[in-house]
């Protein structure tokens, strides 16, 4: 109990401080079926109870046209939670590692991701999309563009595209990984593993392998890091 507790005091604190919710919204929760898209959407159907501002959602699934990916837990979590569930077919596995045959798929899958999500949202009536990020995301993006690319930057918790006239909102910000870890397991929620060839095996994992070996020496490291963004003016923190 005190694990869902923590979970939805983090959601409704980091969206009363970016002003995430309005009353109206038609929200797209993006549910790839691991762990923290899966926290996500039942916390923000759980915050739908007492939070004062009404909201809707919708669950969007995208296959990725490779693997064997079995959507079948997330139907059931979504039919058990009371929430509308579309699974979007896309190719773009296919896409990208037989076409394409990239040697560094990450950043062109995630964008073709993103615009098939967006698509769908925008489909199913919805004007924001909500995505599982989590504060060691937002560490580890800001690690690797500053080790990678020279550049301090990390996504914000709040975006608008104009051109689609969404808000892309990350409710789960506050949110450490080791406690969506915790609030799955506690939930007994079954998670679906990825079908991406290469997970597990990129730069994300080598700066989240990085990270655990700093922290050794210095507990606060990724709270340093988390703080550093929140004071350096990075857009729309």
Same mark, same amino acid.
């Given at each position: 109990m005190f694990i869902i507790k923590q979970i939805l005091g983090y959601v409704r604190r980091a969206v009363q401080d970016y002003d995430m919710i309005q009353e109206g919204d038609r929200?797209?929760?993006?549910?790839?079926?691991?762990?923290?898209?899966? &926290?996500?959407?039942?916390?923000?159907?759980?915050?739908?109870? *007492? *939070?004062?501002?009404?909201?809707?959602?919708?669950?969007? &699934?995208?296959?990725?046209?490779?693997?064997?990916?079995?959507?079948?837990?997330?139907?059931?979590?979504?039919?058990?939670?009371?929430?509308?569930?579309?699974?979007?077919? &896309?190719?773009?596995?296919?896409?990208? *590692?037989?076409?394409?045959?990239?040697?560094n798929p990450c950043s062109l899958c995630a964008n073709m991701r993103r615009g098939a999500l967006h698509n769908v949202a925008k489909r199913l009536g919805c004007n924001k999309v909500a995505l599982g990020h989590h504060k060691d995301d937002a560490i580890e993006t800001l690690m690797l563009s500053l080790l990678y690319e020279g550049r301090i930057s990390t996504f914000s918790p709040v975006t608008f595209l104009d051109r689609k006239e969404l808000h892309l909102i990350r409710p789960l910000i506050y949110a450490q990984e080791k406690e969506i870890k915790g609030f799955i397991k506690s939930e007994g929620i079954r998670t679906v593993k990825s079908a991406c060839h290469i997970d597990g095996k990129t730069k994300r994992q080598y700066i989240k392998d990085l990270l655990r070996e700093l922290s050794i020496e210095n507990r606060d490291v990724k709270n340093n890091i988390f703080g550093a963004i929140q004071r350096s003016h990075i857009s729309h923190w």
């Open positions: 929200i797209a929760v993006g549910v790839s079926g691991g762990k923290d898209s899966l &926290t996500l959407l039942v916390a923000l159907r759980r915050l739908q109870h *007492f *939070f004062p501002i009404k909201y809707e959602l919708e669950a969007v &699934t995208l296959t990725m046209g490779i693997g064997e990916f079995n959507t079948a837990p997330i139907r059931e979590l979504c039919s058990e939670i009371g929430v509308n569930y579309t699974v979007e077919e &896309t190719l773009i596995g296919k896409i990208i *590692f037989e076409a394409r045959q990239e040697k």
